[in-house]
């Protein structure tokens, strides 16, 4: 069973809003041109930056996540923002994932990877199996 500590602690904590959502765009604005990128997000949540990747991108985005009442949500707000055809929600380990190689063009972790222990492991597996050769990972901390 998983347990959401920082629920219980602050319920009405919001998870999504403004400041984030132009982290999300500002973020994506220093990747490298890509025409319609297949994306991962890791970590997604409720899903606030994905639904801002799907605008800024018109990709096709994978978000997954270990919280399923909160994918509940981001399934649903998905579907309210019409975005039920280009983004896929999966509830799945950040250490369990097995998708084939070269599977995504970015790889997304706003929410997740600063609660990595195993970080650099990561980023060897998503650098080696995930991403496409041409790819590259860059990484900057919303807590900066």
């Known amino acids: 069973m998983i347990k959401d ?13 403004s400041r984030r959502e132009e982290f999300t765009r500002r973020a994506f604005e220093m990747l490298p041109r ?3 990128p297949r994306i991962l997000d890791i970590g997604c949540s409720q899903g606030g930056p994905t639904l801002e990747l ?12 270990i919280h399923q009442p909160r994918l509940d949500e981001f399934s649903e707000r998905t579907k309210q923002a019409g975005f039920s055809d280009c983004i896929k929600v ?13 599977s995504f063009d970015v790889l997304w972790a706003e929410g997740s990877i600063f609660v990595s222990a195993r970080l650099w492991a990561c980023f060897s597996f998503m650098k080696e199996v995930i991403l496409a ?3 590259k990972i860059r990484y900057r901390s ?3």
Request: aromatic share 4%; proline share 6%; charged share 30%.
């Open 54 to 65: 799907a605008k800024l991108s018109q990709g096709e985005i994978v978000g997954i996540d």
């Open 5 to 17: 500590i920082l629920s219980e602690i602050h319920p009405d904590l919001p998870i999504e809003g």
């Open 133 to 135: 050769r041409e790819s």
């Open 90 to 102: 999966v509830n799945c380990s950040m250490f369990h994932m097995d998708f084939p190689e070269e």
């Open 34 to 36: 890509l025409h319609k």
């Open 142 to 144: 919303a807590r900066a």
